[in-house]
């Protein structure tokens, strides 16, 4: 199964239909949105095409290839919008003998490890900074932000494909590739 992993759209229409094209031409099975979907977020400037409905359109169409899981800018308004779930603070997806912890980052994070044994995979956003590092037996992911890059990256995305994760911006150009542990 071929999985895409993106985080942080802050309500960048924008951001968000080249999300979609990318999705798209990478053929992948499923896209994992985790978190920070509609909203900018009250430290944040307005991003670049900004319009939160514009984003629901686009999500709402892809509704049935979603997993999501909530950021700290999602609210249970935006779940009103929404036609799939996105309030759950994590979700669990277990890949081959891989289980990956999803979520945001802002509650679960490599400072505040979930309850996860060696050959885990956390993977979460909020940071707005794309990773790939081991901690304590445990591979941490971070697929950066496909609106807002911090830390002098562009703008990502990651790919699961036949083992291998890879850190793209959005020119498919890899950044960071790893295999998690056998």
Wanted: charged fraction near 25%; charge should be negative.
């Amino acid at each position: 199964m071929k999985l895409m992993f993106a985080s942080d759209i802050h309500g960048s229409e924008t951001c968000c239909r080249r999300m979609a094209e990318i999705y798209r031409e990478e053929q992948a099975d499923r896209l994992i949105l985790l978190g920070d979907l509609l909203y900018h977020g009250a430290r944040n400037e307005l991003p670049e095409g900004y319009r939160p409905k514009g984003v629901a359109e686009i999500l709402n169409g892809m509704k049935e290839e979603l997993l999501c899981v909530r950021g700290n800018c999602d609210s249970e308004v935006d779940q009103m919008v929404l036609e799939f779930p996105v309030m759950a603070d994590y979700a669990l997806l277990a890949e081959g003998k891989h289980t990956l912890f999803l979520t945001h980052g802002h509650h679960w994070n490599t400072e505040a490890l979930p309850p996860l044994k060696a050959g885990d995979i956390l993977v979460n956003g909020h940071t707005h900074i794309p990773a790939a590092e081991r901690r304590e037996g445990i591979l941490y992911l971070n697929p950066g932000s496909v609106t807002m890059p911090k830390g002098g990256f562009p703008r990502s995305y990651m790919i699961w494909d036949h083992g291998m994760f890879a850190i793209k911006d959005m020119d498919g150009k890899i950044i960071i590739e790893c295999r998690p542990e056998d």
